[in-house]
């Protein structure tokens, strides 16, 4: 008995330890890791280059944007959960790690809603389902109607394997009967290569990735995966108006820690980053790239990720989708 309430004692006073050390040694204490799952250029990685210098500001320490590509996204999502720097790295979360990613294996890499706290979320961007000009189609009927036309079964590209862009097409494709064929690239930026080369005409892919090329006439959105229209692409219908809103899917960026982010450090980041949305520069810079902002509290976000999560789920084994 007086051995075990020894140990109880030294374990209590290692917890008491542990908090005191917390106390002096305030998070963050030295540069921060945000991590993005995806290559340089697309919408995660515009967003995260957009917030990374004003939230260095509000934190008083280097917000540094690392690129951790690969793996379905689960070698960024891993990698933040193996970090051992007291929580200075972070994921830029999104739909393919948190809602996608995980059940594109047998045996899933971690859990997304129990192996990390959901601290912020940043907004959300639509996703587009995109032709090159040379493709008959202007509407979605339009669209619907040249797949089943082609007589063959239609490749339509994505931002690679286990993507929201790939599984909206499945989502798309089975819930229209349609017989395609899915094309993962390595990043939005070769398959659009590949648009422009006339080797692939249809995609699904983030409207921040495609606006550019859009707004140049390089290539044509027929309609936008969200509940209401972007300020970035006002002309552009939603799947909401054409009458098909089991296509709604929309993907959001948050910033998530691993779980056991401290209480004290999950309050001054959401705290940093709601100041930060506030300002009317970055919201507009935001809204440029496609992203519609939205405040939310960490218990608001981690709700919205378990809805995502229940969202997406049956949708993904559905695909046959594997990593």
């Known amino acids: 008995m007086i051995a075990r309430r020894q140990i109880l004692g030294m374990a209590a006073a290692a917890s008491?330890?542990?908090?005191?050390?917390?106390?002096?040694?305030?998070?963050?204490?030295?540069?921060v890791k945000l991590v993005v799952t995806f290559p340089p250029g697309g919408a995660s990685d515009a967003a995260a280059r957009v917030i990374a210098g004003p939230l260095s500001e509000k934190l008083g320490q280097t917000i540094i944007v690392d690129n951790k590509p690969g793996g379905g996204t689960t070698i960024g999502a891993n990698a933040v959960l193996q970090a051992k720097d007291e929580f200075h790295t972070l994921m830029l979360s999104n739909s393919a790690p948190i809602s996608i990613a995980p059940y594109l294996?047998?045996?899933?890499p971690y859990d997304p809603i129990k192996d990390f706290a959901h601290v912020v979320y940043v907004g959300s961007v639509a996703n587009a389902f995109v032709v090159r000009p040379a493709v008959p189609a202007k509407t979605m009927p339009e669209l619907i109607a040249w797949i089943k036309g082609q007589g063959k079964s239609v490749p339509f590209g994505s931002g690679g394997q286990g993507s929201i862009g790939h599984i909206i097409g499945e989502m798309f494709k089975g819930e229209l009967g349609l017989s395609m064929e899915h094309i993962g690239y390595r990043g939005a930026a070769p398959m659009f290569q590949d648009m422009m080369a006339g080797q692939l005409d249809f995609a699904v892919v983030t409207l921040t990735e495609v606006l550019p090329l859009a707004r140049d006439g390089k290539l044509r959105m027929i309609a936008l995966t969200s509940t209401q229209k972007a300020p970035s692409a006002p002309d552009v219908p939603t799947v909401i108006e054409l009458g098909y809103p089991k296509l709604v899917a929309e993907n959001f960026v948050g910033i998530s820690a691993p779980a056991g982010f401290p209480a004290e450090a999950q309050a001054k980041l959401h705290k940093a980053m709601s100041e930060v949305l506030a300002d009317a520069k970055i919201v507009e810079r935001l809204g440029d790239l496609g992203f519609v902002t939205k405040p939310m509290s960490p218990a608001e976000f981690t709700a919205f990720v378990a809805a995502q999560v229940r969202t997406f789920q049956t949708p993904v084994k559905a695909s046959g989708a594997k990593l």
């Open 16 to 31: 008491l330890a542990g908090k005191a050390a917390w106390a002096q040694t305030a998070w963050p204490s030295r540069s």
């Open 105 to 108: 294996f047998d045996k899933p």
